[in-house]
């Protein structure tokens, strides 16, 4: 039995399917000693032969020479080593085709930051957690930032020192797996050591001196019955301070959107040159704890467990009230005595995330049989507080609880497969899931009225239980033609109680044309149903509107009573059409190319639509009469309204390569060279935009060049990794080089004559460890040396736009619109590509025993 040598983690670099990490993996899991890795290289060609992965068919495993679909593999060392502080931050740096980025704007969306895989959102990638199906978030992203409508599973929840390795399929697989797997497939593999363990602290900072981090964690494993099985878990509990990148406000800006005299806002500004406004990075605090267990019973019998708990505590600022922007507190928040400054209300949030699966695997007549059970479930709270609800005046509370969501499920697995012959192996299975999503009330004071001010709370007519089921059996074969040509075929059949039946299939190949030379490729069709936050999510939303400060809008849900009214018709499952091209090198044992080309069309594509409002001028009583748009807004007492809607068509086409050399001798120890990129072609609307028809004949539409850049640009139009890991001894070096490659975004209210292109931006990341003994290794990173941070300009789309550019005076009205008057200057009021804080230092010791 496999104690403490994980030999699937090993030698990885080696295969010409996978993601290399940017170094190649160590013989142990975090922290291991880099001479145990060099005496591990030594064995690379026969553990190569062993190196399996779970992930992309549903047949035998394969090694990852076989597989013929790309895999990446990441181990726990590589992840440990960015010296980033959460799971996602750590694949960011290290998947060329995943994208993560800390939204500017902090309320809910501080509990998790939207992440992707190919620039297709958080929605389309699912996630597996040792190769069960994790539960999705509660919280569905509503801010105007990337993200924006779509929801996924809490990753950051998973504590590094945990994971064995991960495996990313990039490629659709919802014949395999179901709704969901449209851009891929995350599976992280826990830790499974029958002994020893590790104490791991870490520290960090900003260079601006805050967004301070410490972190503690364990990782201990037991024998179970001498060698029969094993119990291992993890504990980790850490904490990061509030970081902020305010930008100067304007006071020109500040006096016409809120009809202020220009003297007194440049009194208050005078004082306080960021309006005292706090963007950035959140506080956050959390705990976290995480078991795995298997235990052979006997006669070909095996049970298992895994399960996982994260407490998440978040501490995140509203906008400042600024004295001109509120006129008055009535006397609730500032000492009586003080002169009146403003307020700034701070949003609080607190995060549940937990799930549990027990399981058994079995022989029955031949038949290798996995059957399991999953609970899991996330649950958000969030409070207001340091505010006032306005509409109640003095009699208003300062602190208000504004309600929550909570998501769970429950799912059965029942999966066999047998090998019928020698070159045949067939696969079967089948899910059974039963979801439920509550929105939770907020107090009456949260949200009567105009609400708590900054976040209304959740009113009780929109917050209500809502649940659904679904049944799922899928089959299929892997059949070795000959030593060089498989193909693997895969059929699936789901139905839901809530929308209907989907049948979707995959058919993969490879062929190996030489030692040298491996071609593969994919073709399938995939299906995601739309989350249960997706259709009943309805609420007041505060927004920041370009000119007007911010506002109250509403988001409707697709089965209400006011979207029947808006003509806005019921969610369906999005199709998906996917396409995959690959190939492989391997010149020797010490290098390794591959590239592969995906092309992905997704039909009925969800999204949540930008805000529709009036028709009519106001006062203008004989357009409003014949208006019902117009008419549906002012019953509903909003100035605009949202919705979900199954809208476009999209395409998303482009390239992953992967390139490594390893074992370059250099001053008596040995380098390995990485470069790695994703490189996105196409990522676009493919066709006309399905509107409701009462918003069509309004002249107006669910989409705008706010949403489409959102959905399709918001992204880097490119992300390369260049990596260099040289061992020498006890040290290990690493320098990571990752350029961010353009974004493009068309804020709400930025002229149309105009986009906002942020720079292509290499950040680079430097890292040391040593092995002080055998069992203590100490390590420092300095990420993002050279302090780049996100920088953006205008670009002119016609004569028009060249115009505005050439006008200091429209060029600041126009940059005072997307950035609140100069609040959010780095990133605009919609985000970036990569992180503004900017330099970062991160220390950590690790004691194995």
Same mark, same amino acid.
Request: with cysteine.
């Given at each position: 039995m496999n104690?403490?040598?994980?030999?699937?983690?090993?030698?990885?670099?080696?295969?010409?399917?996978?993601?290399?990490?940017?170094?190649?993996?160590?013989?142990?899991?975090s922290?291991?000693?880099v001479?145990a890795?060099?005496?591990?290289?030594?064995?690379?060609?026969?553990?190569?032969k062993?190196?399996?992965v779970?992930t992309?068919s549903r047949?035998a495993?394969?090694?990852?020479v076989?597989?013929p679909?790309?895999?990446?593999?990441?181990?726990?060392?590589?992840?440990?080593?960015?010296?980033?502080t /959460?799971?996602d931050?750590?694949?960011?740096?290290r998947?060329?085709?995943?994208n993560?980025?800390?939204?500017?704007v902090?309320?809910?969306?501080?509990?998790?930051?939207?992440?992707?895989?190919?620039n297709?959102?958080?929605?389309?990638?699912?996630?597996?957690?040792?190769?069960?199906?994790?539960?999705?978030?509660?919280?569905?992203?509503?801010?105007?930032?990337?993200?924006?409508?779509?929801?996924?599973?809490?990753?950051?929840a998973?504590?590094?020192?945990?994971?064995?390795?991960?495996?990313?399929?990039?490629?659709?697989?919802?014949?395999?797996y179901?709704?969901?797997?449209?851009?891929?497939?995350?599976?992280i593999?826990?830790?499974?050591?029958?002994?020893?363990g590790?104490?791991?602290?870490?520290?960090?900072i900003?260079?601006?001196?805050?967004?301070g981090?410490?972190?503690?964690?364990?990782?201990?494993?037991?024998?179970?019955?001498?060698?029969?099985?094993?119990?291992?878990?993890?504990?980790?509990?850490?904490?990061?301070n509030?970081?902020?990148?305010?930008?100067v406000?304007?006071?020109?800006?500040?006096?016409?959107d809120?009809?202020?005299?220009?003297?007194e806002?440049?009194?208050f500004?005078?004082?306080?040159?960021?309006?005292r406004?706090?963007?950035?990075?959140?506080?956050t605090?959390a705990?976290?704890?995480?078991?795995?267990?298997?235990?052979?019973?006997?006669?070909?019998?095996?049970?298992?467990?895994?399960?996982a708990?994260v407490?998440?505590?978040?501490?995140?600022f509203?906008? %400042?009230?600024t004295?001109?922007?509120?006129?008055?507190?009535?006397?609730?928040?500032?000492?009586?005595?003080?002169?009146?400054?403003?307020?700034q209300?701070t949003?609080?949030?607190?995060?549940?995330d937990?799930?549990?699966?027990?399981?058994?695997?079995?022989?029955?007549?031949?038949?290798?049989?996995?059957?399991s059970?999953?609970?899991?479930?996330?649950?958000?709270?969030?409070?207001?507080?340091?505010?006032?609800?306005?509409?109640?005046?003095?009699?208003?509370p300062?602190?208000?609880?504004a309600?929550?969501?909570?998501f769970?499920?429950?799912?059965?697995?029942?999966?066999?497969?047998?090998?019928?012959?020698?070159?045949?192996?067939?696969?079967?299975?089948?899910?059974?899931?039963?979801e439920?999503?509550?929105?939770?009330?907020g107090?009456?004071?949260?949200?009567?009225?105009?609400?708590?001010?900054?976040?209304?709370?959740n009113?009780?007519?929109?917050?209500?239980?809502?649940?659904?089921?679904n049944?799922g059996?899928?089959g299929?074969?892997t059949?070795?033609i000959?030593?060089?040509?498989?193909?693997?075929?895969?059929?699936?059949?789901?139905?839901?109680?809530?929308?209907?039946?989907?049948?979707?299939?995959?058919?993969?190949?490879?062929y190996k044309?030489?030692?040298?030379? /491996?071609l593969?490729?994919?073709?399938?069709?995939?299906?995601?149903?739309?989350?249960?936050?997706?259709i009943?999510t309805?609420?007041?939303?505060?927004s920041?509107?370009?000119?007007?400060?911010?506002?109250?809008?509403?988001?409707v849900?697709?089965?209400?009573?006011?979207?029947?009214?808006?003509?806005?018709?019921k969610?369906?499952?999005?199709?998906?059409?996917?396409?995959?091209?690959g190939?492989g090198?391997?010149?020797?044992d010490?290098?390794?190319?591959?590239?592969? %080309?995906?092309n992905?069309k997704?039909?009925?594509?969800?999204?949540?639509?930008k805000e529709?409002?009036?028709?009519?001028a106001?006062?203008?009583?004989?357009?409003?009469a014949?208006?019902?748009?117009?008419?549906?807004?002012?019953?509903?007492?909003?100035?605009s309204v949202?919705?979900?809607?199954?809208?476009?068509?999209?395409?998303?086409?482009?390239?992953?390569?992967?390139?490594?050399?390893?074992?370059?001798?250099?001053?008596?120890g040995?380098l390995?060279?990485?470069?790695?990129?994703?490189?996105?072609?196409?990522?676009?609307?493919?066709?006309a935009?399905?509107?409701p028809?009462?918003?069509a004949?309004?002249g107006q539409?669910v989409?705008d060049?706010?949403?489409?850049?959102?959905?399709?640009?918001?992204?880097?139009?490119?992300?390369?990794i260049?990596?260099?890991?040289?061992?020498y001894?006890?040290?290990?070096?690493?320098v990571?080089?990752t350029?961010?490659?353009p974004?493009?975004?068309?804020q709400?209210g930025?002229?149309?004559n105009l986009?906002?292109?942020?720079?292509s931006?290499?950040?680079?990341d430097?890292?040391?460890?040593?092995?002080?003994?055998?069992n203590?290794?100490?390590?420092?990173?300095?990420?993002?040396?050279?302090?780049? /941070?996100?920088?953006?300009?205008?670009r002119?789309?016609?004569?028009?736009g060249?115009k505005?550019i050439?006008?200091?005076?429209?060029?600041?009205?126009q940059?005072?619109l997307?950035?609140f008057n100069?609040?959010?200057?780095?990133?605009?009021?919609?985000?970036?590509?990569f992180s503004?804080l900017?330099?970062t230092?991160?220390?950590?010791?690790?004691?194995?025993?």
């Amino acid at each position: 039995m496999n104690k403490r040598f994980p030999i699937a983690a090993l030698m990885l670099s080696a295969s010409p399917f996978v993601l290399l990490g940017q170094a190649h993996a160590q013989a142990q899991d975090s922290g291991a000693p880099v001479a145990a890795a060099q005496a591990a290289d030594a064995t690379t060609d026969e553990i190569q032969k062993v190196v399996i992965v779970s992930t992309g068919s549903r047949g035998a495993q394969r090694t990852m020479v076989d597989t013929p679909v790309p895999v990446d593999v990441l181990s726990a060392r590589e992840l440990t080593k960015t010296g980033q502080t /959460t799971l996602d931050k750590s694949m960011q740096f290290r998947v060329p085709s995943f994208n993560t980025v800390q939204t500017p704007v902090n309320d809910a969306t501080s509990l998790l930051d939207p992440y992707e895989i190919r620039n297709m959102g958080p929605s389309r990638v699912l996630i597996l957690i040792n190769g069960k199906r994790k539960n999705m978030s509660s919280l569905v992203y509503t801010q105007t930032s990337p993200g924006r409508g779509e929801s996924g599973s809490d990753i950051s929840a998973i504590p590094a020192d945990a994971i064995k390795r991960i495996e990313v399929l990039r490629d659709g697989a919802s014949a395999q797996y179901g709704s969901d797997a449209i851009a891929g497939v995350v599976n992280i593999i826990l830790k499974d050591s029958a002994e020893g363990g590790s104490v791991t602290a870490r520290t960090g900072i900003t260079h601006e001196s805050d967004g301070g981090m410490g972190s503690v964690s364990l990782n201990q494993g037991f024998a179970l019955g001498g060698d029969r099985g094993f119990f291992n878990y993890t504990i980790d509990a850490s904490r990061v301070n509030l970081a902020s990148r305010s930008g100067v406000v304007s006071a020109e800006g500040e006096a016409g959107d809120f009809g202020a005299p220009l003297a007194e806002v440049q009194a208050f500004l005078s004082k306080y040159p960021d309006a005292r406004n706090v963007n950035g990075s959140p506080k956050t605090k959390a705990y976290k704890g995480l078991f795995n267990t298997r235990y052979e019973l006997g006669d070909g019998v095996s049970i298992y467990a895994n399960g996982a708990y994260v407490n998440k505590k978040i501490n995140s600022f509203a906008n %400042y009230r600024t004295p001109y922007w509120r006129p008055t507190d009535y006397g609730l928040l500032h000492p009586a005595g003080s002169p009146y400054e403003g307020y700034q209300p701070t949003f609080d949030g607190t995060l549940d995330d937990y799930n549990l699966t027990g399981g058994a695997k079995m022989d029955l007549a031949g038949w290798a049989a996995d059957f399991s059970l999953t609970y899991g479930g996330n649950e958000q709270k969030y409070d207001v507080r340091n505010s006032v609800n306005r509409s109640m005046g003095a009699a208003s509370p300062t602190q208000f609880y504004a309600g929550g969501v909570k998501f769970e499920h429950f799912v059965f697995n029942g999966d066999i497969s047998k090998q019928l012959t020698d070159t045949v192996n067939f696969y079967a299975g089948t899910e059974l899931r039963h979801e439920k999503f509550v929105v939770k009330a907020g107090d009456q004071a949260s949200w009567q009225g105009t609400g708590a001010d900054s976040f209304a709370g959740n009113h009780p007519d929109n917050s209500f239980p809502s649940s659904r089921s679904n049944y799922g059996v899928y089959g299929g074969a892997t059949w070795d033609i000959s030593k060089d040509l498989l193909i693997d075929g895969t059929g699936r059949w789901e139905k839901y109680t809530d929308f209907g039946s989907a049948f979707v299939w995959k058919a993969s190949t490879r062929y190996k044309a030489s030692e040298k030379i /491996t071609l593969r490729g994919s073709v399938s069709k995939g299906f995601r149903a739309p989350s249960l936050a997706q259709i009943y999510t309805q609420k007041a939303q505060y927004s920041f509107v370009a000119g007007g400060g911010i506002q109250v809008s509403g988001l409707v849900n697709n089965v209400s009573a006011a979207a029947a009214a808006l003509e806005v018709p019921k969610l369906k499952a999005e199709k998906s059409d996917n396409i995959t091209l690959g190939l492989g090198l391997k010149p020797d044992d010490n290098t390794s190319v591959t590239l592969d %080309y995906y092309n992905i069309k997704v039909k009925d594509r969800i999204v949540l639509g930008k805000e529709i409002g009036p028709k009519c001028a106001p006062n203008d009583a004989v357009c409003f009469a014949g208006s019902k748009l117009d008419q549906e807004l002012a019953k509903a007492g909003i100035v605009s309204v949202s919705f979900f809607i199954n809208a476009i068509t999209s395409r998303t086409e482009g390239l992953d390569y992967v390139l490594s050399r390893k074992n370059i001798p250099l001053a008596e120890g040995k380098l390995t060279l990485n470069l790695s990129g994703n490189y996105t072609h196409k990522n676009e609307r493919d066709g006309a935009v399905n509107n409701p028809k009462l918003v069509a004949d309004a002249g107006q539409s669910v989409m705008d060049a706010t949403q489409e850049a959102l959905m399709f640009t918001s992204r880097p139009k490119f992300k390369t990794i260049l990596g260099a890991d040289w061992d020498y001894k006890k040290l290990n070096l690493s320098v990571n080089n990752t350029v961010f490659g353009p974004t493009r975004f068309r804020q709400a209210g930025l002229d149309s004559n105009l986009e906002t292109k942020f720079k292509s931006k290499n950040v680079t990341d430097f890292a040391l460890n040593y092995n002080l003994m055998p069992n203590l290794t100490v390590s420092f990173n300095v990420n993002n040396v050279f302090n780049t /941070t996100p920088e953006w300009e205008f670009r002119a789309l016609n004569a028009e736009g060249q115009k505005i550019i050439d006008n200091p005076n429209l060029r600041m009205i126009q940059r005072n619109l997307i950035t609140f008057n100069g609040r959010y200057d780095m990133v605009t009021y919609d985000g970036s590509h990569f992180s503004q804080l900017g330099r970062t230092y991160a220390a950590s010791v690790n004691y194995r025993f």
